[in-house]
């Protein structure tokens, strides 16, 4: 099994490009990317392929695809399906030392919460209220006019808080005597400091020491204001680095858990097993060329305007 690389040069100043693609059958090959992707199914049916999970996709449906994630978008011959892809970089909603209003946009596309898995179907109300935004995306794009920029940029955001509400929609009310505004404060400098050590051994009081605050108050403003917990964020973080290596480099399975953050390599086994559900060692097997030595890495220049895009 074979995954690639897809090397596309979003534009550094302003890093989104939207897009139809068509399925092409046997031809599309599982593929990652460090930019993330939201892929309205327009026409036709098939399936998404993450992996060893596969999800129905039907006209409607909508898939959420992170940076590092291995995935296709496969049809049987002589079907097609045609996708509306939006793409953008991170770091063009929420850069390295954003707000973490800012970065709560990006809630959705982690692993340890991500409350709709890969896949929002089409009759359920996140599609429902999703699919005529990225159509309005889609059209503000094709007009070409660099004037849009902060209108796709607003566009994008509406897109993702209607992602994030619904991802909320179904926990329980909190009940905090702090101002929103004053528990964003307060989380801003722990996501901040989570994403600079998390290579290291990192734990909630080491967090809280930092920032001056309370074990358990981090614990509950973490939680409160990203919907994800402590634990599971630095998780999620560790293992997509833990990925990316194990794609990119030919460095141990023992020195990549030791460069994530783990200590003990049991425990780094245990967790990756249950993210993953597969060994570090089946996953660089499962992705990559049988007996290789390097990930295929493939750049793809057909996803400016005008050029068909395979990217899905």
């Known amino acids: 099994m074979t995954v690639f690389f897809w090397q596309h040069d979003l534009d550094p100043a302003f890093p989104l490009s939207v897009l139809e693609y068509e399925t092409r059958d046997a031809d599309d090959q599982l593929h990652w990317h460090e930019y993330l992707e939201i892929a309205l199914c327009l026409q036709g049916s098939g399936r998404f392929l993450f992996g060893r999970r596969s999800y129905p996709a039907e006209p409607g449906d909508i898939f959420l695809i992170d940076d590092a994630e291995p995935h296709v978008c496969v049809t049987d011959p002589p079907n ?165 290596l194990l794609l990119t480099s030919d460095t141990c399975v023992q020195e990549v858990a030791y460069t994530v953050g783990y200590t003990n390599l049991n425990q780094f086994y245990k967790v990756f097993q249950r993210y993953s559900s597969m060994s570090p060692a089946d996953y660089r097997r499962y992705y990559r060329r049988s007996g290789g030595a390097e990930v295929v890495l493939r750049e793809d220049r057909g996803l400016a305007r005008g050029g068909p895009a395979r990217v899905a």
């Open 80 to 244: 097609r399906m045609r996708l509306l892809l939006a793409l953008f970089r991170p770091e063009l909603i929420a850069a390295p030392g954003c707000r973490s209003f800012d970065a709560e946009y990006l809630a959705p596309f982690r692993c340890g919460g991500r409350p709709f898995a890969n896949r929002l179907p089409g009759g359920g109300p996140a599609a429902s209220e999703l699919r005529p935004i990225l159509l309005e995306l889609k059209t503000i794009w094709d007009r070409e006019d660099p004037a849009d920029r902060h209108l796709l940029d607003a566009i994008l955001r509406r897109a993702l808080a209607v992602l994030v509400r619904h991802a909320r929609a179904s926990e329980s009310a909190r009940d905090d005597s702090a101002a929103p505004s004053d528990r964003h404060e307060q989380v801003r400098p722990v996501l901040s400091y989570v994403e600079q050590h998390f290579r290291e051994s990192l734990t909630l009081e080491r967090v809280s020491e930092h920032v001056h605050v309370s074990a358990s108050r981090v614990r509950h403003l973490f939680k409160d204001v990203t919907s994800v917990g402590f634990k599971e964020y630095v998780t999620s973080l560790r293992l997509s680095e833990a990925k990316r």
